[in-house]
């Protein structure tokens, strides 16, 4: 019979096991294998080989859904951080307008203290004095 080379990681100390017990390491390993194909999977070796690999399944599974836990909960840390900033800076722009209608409540919009209150926060002339409208009511 023609044989087809394929490799195979085994543990340590199975490998050292094994030399210790045969010279003749593939023929262990293809009876095994030949059993197992018999009884279709379902021998006491292939239950215990299936055995194995739910738990090892289950095992890297459980190991990535930590993984996945740990990201979320840094995302929402990142999220919250970010929230937070923004309700900051809101309240800090909210606190300049106030300061900003005491100066141009009663100036029109193409007034220089309007429009020097407008670029220092970010918006037009006509922005400001609506925003200093919301303010005052």
């Given at each position: 019979m023609t044989k087809d080379r394929k490799t195979f990681s085994i543990d340590k100390d199975v490998a050292k096991q094994l030399s210790e017990e045969t010279n003749n390491a593939s023929a262990v390993v293809n009876n095994l294998?030949?059993?197992?194909?018999?009884?279709?999977g379902d021998g006491p070796i292939g239950k215990e080989i299936k055995l194995r690999d739910i738990e090892q399944r289950l095992e890297q599974s459980l190991n990535e859904r930590d993984k996945i836990n740990r990201r979320i909960e840094r995302l929402r840390q990142k999220k919250r951080?970010?929230?937070?900033?923004?309700?900051?800076?809101?309240?800090?722009?909210?606190?300049r307008i106030r300061e900003a209608a005491d100066i141009v409540a009663d100036k029109p919009a193409d007034n220089p203290a309007v429009e020097n209150?407008?670029?220092?926060?970010?918006?037009?002339?006509t922005e400001l004095k609506e925003r200093v409208k919301?303010?005052?009511q």
């Open positions: 294998l030949e059993e197992w194909l018999l009884s279709g951080r970010l929230e937070q900033e923004i309700e900051q800076e809101q309240e800090q722009q909210e606190e209150w407008a670029e220092k926060l970010n918006m037009t002339p919301e303010v005052q």
